[in-house]
Nanobody, 127 residues
Framework: QLQLVESGGGLVQPGGSLRLSCAAS????????IGWFRQAPGKEREGVSCMSRSGGSTNYADSVKGRFTISRDNAKNTVYLQMNTLKPEDTAVYYC????????????????????WGQGTQVTVSS
C-alpha cells in the first residue's frame, strides 16, 4: 500500500518550534519531488515548501521564508519540515505530498501535480 504518514504536529506557543516528519511506505521517496502544504479552516490549501528529487532545488512560500526548512533523508524514506519562530497564522493542518517530477523540479503552486498525499497533522500556534 502506497502511503505517506505525517507526524510531529501539536500545540506550541508563538515563537516556538516544531519538526514535522513524513514517512513514506510502499514506494521509494527519492524518486519523487516532495512538498509540504497547509490548510487553515475556511481557507484553501496552500504550498509551504517543496524540494526536488535531486535535493538541489527548494522553494518556500514568502510567509515562511527564513523560518521553515525542508529536508529529506532518503535512507529513512522520510521528509521533514523544521518550523521555527512559529506564529499564530501558521496554525493549520499540514500535509506532505509526493510528485513524479523532473530531477531538478519542484512545484509549490499546484496541488494537482502531486500524486500521493498524507492524511495531515494539526499544528496549532497559540498562547
Amino acid at each position: 500500500q502506497l502511503q505517506l504518514v505525517e507526524s510531529g504536529g501539536g500545540l506550541v506557543q508563538p515563537g516556538g518550534s516544531l519538526r514535522l516528519s513524513c514517512a513514506a511506505s510502499g514506494f521509494i521517496l527519492d524518486y519523487y519531488a516532495i512538498g509540504w502544504f497547509r490548510q487553515a479552516p475556511g481557507k484553501e490549501r496552500e504550498g509551504v515548501s517543496c524540494m526536488s528529487r535531486s535535493g538541489g532545488s527548494t522553494n518556500y512560500a514568502d510567509s515562511v521564508k527564513g523560518r521553515f526548512t525542508i529536508s529529506r533523508d532518503n535512507a529513512k524514506n522520510t521528509v521533514y519540515l523544521q518550523m521555527n519562530t512559529l506564529k499564530p497564522e501558521d496554525t493549520a493542518v499540514y500535509y506532505c505530498a509526493a510528485a513524479a517530477l523532473s530531477w531538478g523540479m519542484c512545484v509549490l503552486t499546484s496541488t494537482s501535480r502531486y500524486d500521493y498525499w498524507g492524511q495531515g497533522t494539526q499544528v496549532t500556534v497559540s498562547s
